[in-house]
């Protein structure tokens, strides 16, 4: 099987003493999507987690539209969604806030313009996936009997970093960012460095590691957070909301707890995530350099951390700024029917985090050490699965996809 899993580091021979040099990590921002297309393991398939999440956010999303300051007609409402991905999630959020900004104008009394909608991500975002799913503008559809689905706003993509600026100053009207700002533009260099002390050694993240490397994921986030807050600040027109949702953390005085020790194996890196890599070097197919050198580039703020980047940023007035906790990210009784069924529950969990990091994995290993990764990584969730039942107490207590959030929704002053 290892001759077979080509990496850029090829695993060490029996009885190797070195290892070949890490090949240079590639720049994120040209590597960092979401699984495109629309099969198994694809975001678009497998986004319905995001999708069954936006019923929380929609009280919140309705709210914060009636903050705004609405343009008078005929000046064109501007509404961007910031890492939007390539599932249909994204045109989810943006009816809603359309259909809540319409309403908001009969409301008081105003003549609604034209929408104009704006799906962000990064180059290497599926855009052509995305747009193929993109319903039909209202009125130029062929056919628009009951039931079709239509849009009713003007659709364009931009391709580029939120982290930078990408429209112009004072330009929009409604920003939103849903599931994303937990994703740092870059791994801190030293923590890629073998010569480094803070090199990532025995492990590909932080959660439970060593203080001082969490320590430089969280000054890498908190400078990437005040990049997107500047920019935004930029970009939108007084009055103008920006709403974001990202996952969020409890412990505020120690940064290696992304999450507490009892949810560990709900999270995208939780043991599983460790254990495959473990796997992998035990048999031979990579070895640890291949592991050490990869580090998912996520990092969980506190809210506290959040609410100092705004305000040494300023220009924004915050409207709500609060941890949401023990989400739930998919129906209870829909997730203890598939704890019944180990081999379901398994390929389900592992399918959706393959959505989220197989590209960015794959550019690290090869697709071929990666599909081995992940039928690790399927085995040991349906070991513990399997362990669980007849032990309803356990399984309820294996709440996976269940997470803490954190809500910010701002006012452009």
């Not at 190797?16 to 240079?24: F, I, L, N, R, V």
């Not at 990590?25 to 040209?30: I, N, T, V």
């Not at 081995?372 to 969730?381: A, D, G, L, N």
Request: aromatic fraction near 10%; charged fraction near 25%.
């Amino acid at each position: 099987m290892g001759s077979k899993c080509r990496s850029p580091k090829p695993p060490m021979s029996p009885g190797s003493s070195t290892s070949p040099k890490p090949a240079q990590p590639a720049k994120l921002e040209k590597v960092m999507s979401m699984n495109g297309g629309n099969g198994e393991c694809s975001y678009d398939r497998m986004s319905v987690v995001q999708a069954y999440a936006l019923n929380s956010l929609q009280p919140s999303l309705a709210e914060a539209v009636k903050l705004m300051s609405l343009p008078r007609h005929p000046s064109p409402l501007r509404i961007a969604d910031f890492g939007s991905a390539t599932g249909r999630n994204a045109f989810a959020y943006m009816d809603f806030v359309v259909n809540s900004i319409r309403r908001e104008y009969q409301a008081r009394n105003m003549i609604m313009p034209e929408v104009q909608a704006f799906f962000n991500d990064l180059p290497g975002n599926d855009f052509n996936t995305m747009f193929g799913l993109l319903p039909p503008v209202k009125g130029q559809a062929d056919s628009e009997g009951a039931g079709a689905l239509v849009r009713e706003y003007f659709a364009a993509g931009v391709p580029g970093s939120f982290y930078g600026r990408l429209f112009p100053k004072n330009s929009l009207h409604f920003g939103i960012c849903m599931h994303c700002l937990h994703w740092i533009s870059q791994i801190p260099p030293q923590v890629t460095d073998p010569e480094s002390e803070l090199y990532n050694r025995g492990s590909c993240w932080i959660m439970g590691g060593k203080p001082s490397i969490a320590r430089a994921f969280a000054e890498q986030s908190k400078a990437d957070f005040r990049k997107f807050l500047h920019s935004r600040a930029d970009e939108l027109a007084p009055g103008g909301i920006l709403q974001c949702y990202l996952s969020g953390r409890t412990d505020l005085a120690d940064p290696t707890n992304q999450t507490i020790p009892e949810r560990r194996h709900r999270f995208l890196a939780g043991p599983d995530f460790e254990s495959a890599w473990d796997d992998l070097i035990a048999e031979g197919i990579i070895t640890e350099e291949t592991r050490d050198s990869f580090n998912l580039p996520c990092y969980v703020p506190h809210v506290e951390e959040v609410r100092d980047s705004i305000d040494s940023v300023g220009g924004f007035e915050i409207v709500r700024l609060e941890l949401l906790e023990e989400l739930n990210l998919y129906p209870d009784d829909a997730r203890m029917s598939m704890l019944q069924n180990p081999k379901k529950c398994a390929k389900f969990y592992s399918s959706w985090i393959r959505a989220l990091v197989e590209p960015l994995m794959a550019v690290h290993m090869g697709a071929e050490c990666t599909d081995e990764w992940f039928v690790r990584h399927e085995r040991r969730i349906f070991n513990r699965c399997r362990a669980m039942l007849g032990n309803p107490q356990e399984q309820e207590q294996y709440k996976f996809l269940t997470a803490d959030f954190l809500l910010v929704v701002l006012k452009k002053l």
